[in-house]
């Protein structure tokens, strides 16, 4: 089965910087695309940035030009580095996983979802 696990949220002030990390792991699985949503108290689950396997990204219009979404495709990695918070950037962060997954409990093109990482920015 295929997990994902996140780390690096925290309590930040406006203005500061912090680096969301997600991890795939399991066995027999290739990456179509990853990325990170948010979901502020109230609020829907949005996108906020995602980049596929050839490279193309795309961010939500709020976080352009602050956020930068990378890969490592080797350690099946995705990062999301966050610039000149807001507080309006709270939310708990969720990394998102598009795989080919070939067993051996899960088969097929499936969506994979982290666990949820909080990120606090104060005013």
């Known amino acids: 089965q295929v997990q994902l696990v996140e780390s690096g949220g925290g309590l930040v002030q406006a203005g500061g910087s912090l680096r969301l990390s997600c991890a795939a792991s399991g066995s027999r699985f290739s990456i179509n695309a990853m990325g990170w949503y948010r979901q502020a108290p109230g609020k829907q689950r949005e996108l906020v940035a995602t980049?596929?396997?050839?490279?193309?990204?795309a961010y939500a219009d709020s976080v352009k030009g602050r956020f930068t979404i990378s890969r490592d495709n080797a350690k099946n990695t995705v990062y999301l580095q966050m610039n000149s918070l807001k507080p309006e950037d709270t939310a708990v962060y969720y990394c998102n996983a598009d795989m080919s997954v070939s067993g051996p409990t899960d088969w097929g093109l499936l969506t994979y979802w982290g666990q949820g990482t909080r990120v606090t920015v104060s005013s």
């Open positions: 980049k596929t396997s050839g490279g193309s990204t």
